[in-house]
């Protein structure tokens, strides 16, 4: 299995160089130069086995460079019962008839960004092997805060490398920043940088696109990699939990012989959305592929419009891993749906950078509504329906979540549709729990309260426990103190890494 950039420049590279190198020198994104297909009877294979031997499976399709010792090392290094606290490590929760949720925050910082970032250290550091890489790996990371934090608890202590994360001052909640501020580990860096995750993120890819502090870095022994979701690494992880998914409601027959489901996300870079098209073209029947955005509706436009147009306004909201008006992931997207046109992607993402918007030719505009559906909803309603869920349900849905739940019932209004559905649950309701805690109690019973004494009054009133990872987590030490502006972040890296 090679892969390819999506701008056409690269061709024939390895799993091993596309997951090293994170993004392709054109500026595209690596992506599979086919994409394998699993028949009946391997789905029927997988059926029985453990969440680890589904990845086993699936991976290796992906990873013909890998040997299989190095492909269950990495499964076996990410999803143990240290790291996760739930044997099933991705379980269903049934919610109504005929709607389940995925529960993919069991991980060690109670987001779904660790069914990805616990593999990643392991895919990277063999790969960084296998294309015999002296230098070290320095991972640049910018986070909208659910990805900074998974990021450093996979790498932290990882041997060749080192991780730098920068998160937007005003762009993540108390729990996020705390968690990432008492981060430990020797090989780990956190600075804020001043604006939204848009700023960081740009700040980021321009540290990336800039030779001479590439060729600086080589002179240390260095080499810069990314752990967003633009690596491949990040997004082959992710495939495997919706092919599970599928195939536990087969195995408990809830599913009948080839019938389809539907498959909800919240959805911020496109990333999990993507892993979940990847399923489908792997031979998971997928009817439908249900887009949610909260007011950063940028998706919505686009998949009801194929105008993709950033010159609107950054709107903060409750649900702020989701608060993001360039959805890199998109591109790939684009590629797949285009037949692999690298001209026709190139132009657009040509046009996104010099003009804030592209607009796709009708075919491509049908092949995307020809699977995707996209709807989205304001923090009102996020906070209704968690409200809504709680009592009718007693089922507690953190603020993404409950975006992709409204969306789902948007589109269940809209279209009558009853497939089957999973609904894609990104974050322990913890992890934002003023939110949380505001839709379901009382204005006097949280009045005054910080977020950190609304996380435990929350655990008192719902009896839910609070996942290992955000316990006392304002009683540890803060160990990072950074602060850059945008234009600053270059220059921290050096520091960091003593380059100055
Ligand atoms: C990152 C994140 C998302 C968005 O996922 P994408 O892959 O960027 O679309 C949604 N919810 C939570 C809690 C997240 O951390």
Redesign the pocket.
Known sequence: MKYESSRGKHHSITAAEAIKMGISPDGGLFVPESIPRLDENQMNAMVSGSYQEKAFYIIRQFLSDFSDDEIKSCINGAYNQDSFDNERIAPLVKLDTGVYIQELWHGPTA???DMALQMLPQLLTISAHKTGEKAEIVILVAT?G??GKAALEGFKDVEGTKIIVFYPDEGVSEIQKRQMLTQEGNNVYVAAVSGNFDDAQNGVKRIFSNEEFAARLLQNEQKLSSAN?INWGRLLPQIVYYVAAYLELKAARILGEAEPINIVV????????LAAYYASRMGVPIKRLICASNANNILTDFVRSGIYDRQRKFEKTISP??DILISSNLERLLFEVTGHDARRVAAWMEDLKDRGRYEVDTATCDAVQDIFWADFCSDEETIATIRDIWRERSYLL?T?TAVAVNVYHKYRSATGDKTISIIAS??SPFKFASSVAQAILEPEEIRGKDEFELLNLLAQYTGVAIPAGLKELDRREIRHHSVCSQQGMEEMVMSFLQLG
């Open positions: 987001a779904f960004k909208s659910d990805t979701s919240p959805t911020g870079n496109f990333g999990n959305i891993s989701m953190d993404h990104t974050a």
